[in-house]
């Protein structure tokens, strides 16, 4: 699957792994994410104010086997 964050200041990059979660605290605020099989565009460091948006790519083109 290919993730996709767009941060505050228009800058957009995508990252292709098999999982990705999402972590909360107890107030519903988003502290951190999971990511697992990354096979390219592996992000170094990330800081959560600055992220405007997270989203999935590519849903129908997947292939399970």
């Not at 999982?19 to 972590?23: V, Y």
């Given at each position: 699957m290919k993730i996709i964050f767009v941060l505050r200041n228009g800058f957009t990059f995508g990252v292709t792994c098999e999982?990705?979660?999402?972590?909360r605290n107890g107030l519903g605020d988003y502290t951190g994410y999971e990511i697992k099989g990354?096979?390219?565009n592996k992000p170094l460091f990330i800081r959560w104010e600055d992220v405007v948006l997270v989203y999935r790519a590519n849903i129908g083109e997947e292939v399970t086997e």
């Open positions: 999982e990705f979660s999402l972590n990354i096979k390219d």
